[in-house]
């Protein structure tokens, strides 16, 4: 149990266009979702904080009007990153909480922006 | 006082042998302390985890070890194997906040 899905898996853009993320969990309901930022050899960086219903709570120096964040249902999170550019390039990781504490995270989006 | 602070960096393991990650915080309110294993071009994945009112915790080959009043918890690995080679993550929280602050991540290398 507890199996947090990501779509798309990779995507390729070119800048200035906008992409969907899509975060699932497929066997739980989850109020709150997280979506985090990964860059390569390091930690992960929480963006976001989704909650079911009602506005996403963005992290310090995360732009809200960029990264817009949609908590639609029990099952689905999606991040959209709008404009995209090449220093949006990175490693986007969600998660969903099951069980009390336990964060549960999905396979990864990489974003690549030409 | 928000930061979790992870080492070493990197580590190579011969196989058989004890991989050891350090992990220590300052925060006195955090009460869940999570391990993840990371995968290249995969997402995290929950290993271990524990609260502290115990000091041990042990699944399999995999045990954490947690001094309360020392703020440190460590993250043991015997009879490393090279499918254990992965990037390994310390995380603590603390009940009601759900946000996770992580280390800054030990990359093992279990080698033949």
């Known amino acids: 149990g507890a199996v947090v899905s990501q779509h798309p898996s990779w995507v390729i853009c070119k800048s200035g266009t906008s992409v969907k993320i899509e975060c699932r969990s497929l066997?739980?309901?989850?109020?709150?979702m997280f979506w985090y930022r990964q860059f390569p050899k390091q930690s992960l960086m929480l963006m976001a904080t989704s909650n079911e219903g009602s506005k996403a709570t963005y992290e310090q120096g995360v732009e809200k009007d960029k990264f817009l964040i949609n908590h639609a249902s029990l099952t689905l999170s999606t991040l959209t990153v709008t404009s995209a550019h090449p220093e949006d390039s990175s490693f986007y990781i969600c998660?969903?909480?099951?069980?009390?504490?336990?964060?549960?995270f999905g396979p990864g989006t990489r974003l690549t922006v030409l | 006082q928000q930061q979790v602070k992870q080492s070493p960096q990197s580590l190579i393991v011969q196989k058989g042998g004890i991989s050891i990650i350090n992990c220590a915080y300052e925060?006195?309110?955090?009460?869940?302390f999570p391990w993840y294993q990371q995968f290249p071009g995969k997402g995290p994945a929950l290993l271990i985890a524990?609260?502290?009112?115990?000091s041990e915790k042990k699944e399999g080959r995999f045990t954490i070890s947690f001094n309360k009043s020392a703020k440190q918890f460590s993250l043991h690995i015997m009879d490393s194997q090279p499918g254990d080679s992965a990037t390994y993550f310390c995380a603590a929280t603390n009940f009601g906040n759900e946000k996770l602050t992580f280390g800054t991540g030990t990359r093992l290398t279990i080698i033949p």
């Open positions: 998660s969903a909480i099951h069980g009390g504490n336990e964060q549960f």
């Open positions: 925060n006195t309110a955090f009460d869940y």
């Open positions: 066997d739980f309901q989850a109020t709150t």
């Open positions: 524990i609260r502290p009112d115990v």
